[in-house]
Structure formats: C-alpha cells, structure tokens
C-alpha cells in the first residue's frame, strides 16, 4: 500500500528510506529520542536534502508496530510504501512501483548523519556515466556511511538473478554491489574514493543501546535544533574525543 499517489520520474532519481520497528538488538529504535525528535525524523529530514528533484519514500513493514513511523513520515509530507518486513529488496521494488525512477539513493534508517550532499554526488556521478552501481573500492573506512546509489534496472536484476540470497532480499543492495563488477556486460560499475578528511573507521550506525547512547551524545555537543548536522563536525567532534 503506499500513501501517495503513483509518480512519473522515469529518468530522475528517488531517495528510498527502509526502516522498521523490529530491530532484533535494539526494538523500536527509529522513535527513540535524539535531541528531542525521534530518529525517524532525522534520518527523513536529512533525506530531504538530496535533491530537490529526488521525491524521498519511508519504504516500511505492513506490521502495525510500524505506524509510528508512517505518522512521522506524514507530518513530513513524505511518501509511504509498506511491504514485506522480510522482504526488504521487495519493499524497493514496491516503492519504484509508485515511484519511477532511474536511479535510487538508498538510506538506512539507522544512520543519522548519512551525508545527503554524497548522495547527491554520487547520483549526479551514475547518470553522467550511465552507471548501475557506484562503490567505494574494497578495504576504504569512511564515515560516508548508511547510503548508496544503485540503478533501478541492478536492483531487478538482483532479484532475477540473486534470487532469495538475503544479501539481496534483506541488504537491498549488497548482492549487485557484490557482484556486478564481475558483469560489466550487464552492469557499469564506478568505484570512487571518500574525501580524505572523512577516511575514519567508525561505525555511525544505531544497532544498539551504547551506540544510541553515543549518537545522543554528539548531538548534544554539535546539533542546534536547527539544520541537519554536518557531517565533518561530527568528524571533527570524533577526533577531538579519540584523542582526548
């Protein structure tokens, strides 16, 4: 079901959000508090700045813990799709049912300072060269974490050709991100490097009570309630606290 009505953006691009309320470590984490909003809302309001050509979706469960974060969604004037809570691969393709697009921005919903401006980058980067898949080469720690860029057509030859590999059906993007240099008569592959002031290995992900905990704490430091906190000054913050 979707809450919107079907969009024609054949050639542009959609920013897709997945997120639940049955996380196993960490249940009912998208509405825990982050500086007095729950991180839904901040990981919505950070998708909102991809573009102002690319519609952002919430691609959620048909399970009714997740109307919390449909609610939220709503009051943004953000795009709904539900699916399979399993199924997250389906749950793509559902959304691109309702919203055509050529190329899809990928955010997980447990990363609240994903970068916005990459994505953009990186979107703009796949339709200059017509790519299916743009990655980071192997071995690259960055902070440029909790979103990619992948073409539509990677995504359905995922579920072709993946079948139900759960690097497909459950980490959407893993499977042709994986395997598509491999193809490159199928896929065009672009590999790219991070800036080098964002080359840190920390995870930024919210899977668990200390990582929330952590998060909470580097917005109390840097977030004014204002505009969505910049990246680097959450880097800058990470070091000033490694090396203290």
Not at 10 to 38: F, H, N, W
Not at 47 to 61: I, K, N, Q, Y
Not at 121 to 134: H, I, S
Not at 169 to 196: C, G, K, N, S
Request: aromatic share 6%; with cysteine.
């Amino acid at each position: 079901m979707t809450s919107k009505e079907p969009t024609t953006a054949a050639d542009g691009a959609v920013c897709i959000v997945q997120a639940r309320m049955g996380s196993t470590r960490l249940p009912g984490k998208m509405m825990e508090d982050l500086a007095g909003r729950p991180l839904m809302w901040h990981i919505l309001q950070r998708a909102r700045l991809v573009g102002p050509d690319v519609p952002v979706v919430l691609a959620t469960t048909d399970q009714a813990r997740d109307d919390a974060l449909v609610a939220v969604a709503n009051a943004m004037n953000v795009a709904v799709v539900r699916g399979s809570e399993h199924d997250v691969l389906g749950r793509y393709l559902l959304a691109l049912d309702f919203h055509p697009a050529r190329w899809v921005a990928r955010v997980c919903g447990d990363s609240p300072l994903f970068d916005p401006v990459h994505l953009a980058r990186w979107l703009e980067l796949a339709r200059r060269e017509n790519a299916d898949v743009v990655r980071f080469h192997d071995g690259v720690a960055s902070l440029l974490q909790g979103g990619e860029v992948v073409s539509t057509r990677a995504l359905h030859w995922s579920r072709k050709a993946a079948g139900g590999d759960p690097l497909a059906t459950e980490h959407v993007t893993a499977w042709a991100l994986r395997h598509a240099p491999h193809h490159p008569d199928q896929m065009v592959t672009i590999w790219a490097d991070p800036p080098a002031d964002l080359v840190m290995d920390v995870k930024l992900s919210i899977d668990t009570a200390d990582d929330l905990q952590r998060m909470r704490r580097l917005y109390a430091a840097l977030w004014d309630g204002g505009e969505p906190l910049d990246l680097r000054r959450a880097a800058a913050w990470l070091r000033e606290q490694a090396a203290g």
